[in-house]
């Protein structure tokens, strides 16, 4: 079966423009999170969806951040007004969420570079 | 203040011997434990993981150790082979404490096996 899929792969971007990225979770996983892993840094919790849930945004660094659930599937994490710190690989992942299992399932990641 | 610490930024081993990763972390609340595995340009895989129920959980050449009252944990990693050379996250979760199952990464550790 297909993993979790993320795009575009590499983004660069002028500084001021906005951005979006896409994250196509493993079919029927109900959780969806994003991370983000800067130079040098382990990877930093963003954005959790769960099923129809309210989203847990306390990872956003600032409101030029956001990122929506379509369908309880395919997820778009928007930056605006982009920064050159916001340069990093973004990550997204889902999991089934189940009793015994909490592992997370990743995809290969967007590296964003602002310019 | 990081939660999740992984003081070793790099390992070198040799093919055939033990390698051990370190692990250490702050919050009380964590009760689940995760470790990933990272190549270059792809996503983290997951490795293996551990309740704070247990203290040891093993996976093949795998092992996972845990002391709750040192809160340490370390992979055990024999025998090493070069295929393993590649950066492991430390991972952990506060599921019990009610968090959304977001994962708290610790820096990564780059691991080299040496032929």
């Known amino acids: 079966g297909a993993g979790v899929s993320q795009s575009p792969s590499n983004k660069v971007t002028e500084k001021g423009k906005d951005v979006e990225l896409r994250c196509d979770p493993i079919?029927?996983?109900?959780?969806l999170y994003w991370y983000r892993q800067s130079l040098g840094q382990g990877l930093e919790f963003l954005i959790y969806?769960?099923?129809?849930?309210?989203?847990?945004k306390s990872g956003l660094p600032s409101d030029r951040f956001s990122a929506e659930r379509t369908g309880g599937s395919v997820s778009t994490l928007t930056i605006q007004r982009t920064q050159q710190e916001d340069s990093a690989v973004y990550l997204c992942?889902?999991?089934?969420?189940?009793?015994?299992?909490?592992?997370?399932?990743f995809g290969p990641g967007t590296r964003l570079t602002v310019t | 203040d990081q939660q999740v610490k992984q003081n070793s930024p790099s390992l070198s081993v040799q093919e055939g011997r033990i390698s051990i990763l370190n692990c250490d972390y702050t919050?009380?609340?964590?009760?689940?434990f995760l470790w990933y595995k990272k190549y270059p340009a792809e996503g983290p895989t997951f490795l293996i993981s551990?309740?704070?129920?247990?203290d040891k959980n093993e996976d093949g050449r795998f092992t996972v150790f845990l002391n709750k009252s040192a809160k340490h944990l370390s992979l055990h990693i024999v025998p090493s082979q070069p295929g393993d050379s590649a950066v492991y996250f430390c991972a952990a979760s506060a599921l019990g404490g009610g968090s959304q199952g977001n994962l708290i990464f610790g820096k990564g550790t780059k691991l080299s096996v040496k032929p």
């Open positions: 992942a889902s999991s089934t969420v189940a009793a015994s299992s909490y592992e997370q399932y």
């Open positions: 551990i309740s704070s129920i247990k």
């Open positions: 919050n009380s609340m964590f009760d689940y």
């Open positions: 969806f769960q099923g129809n849930s309210a989203p847990d």
């Open positions: 079919s029927g996983h109900t959780a």
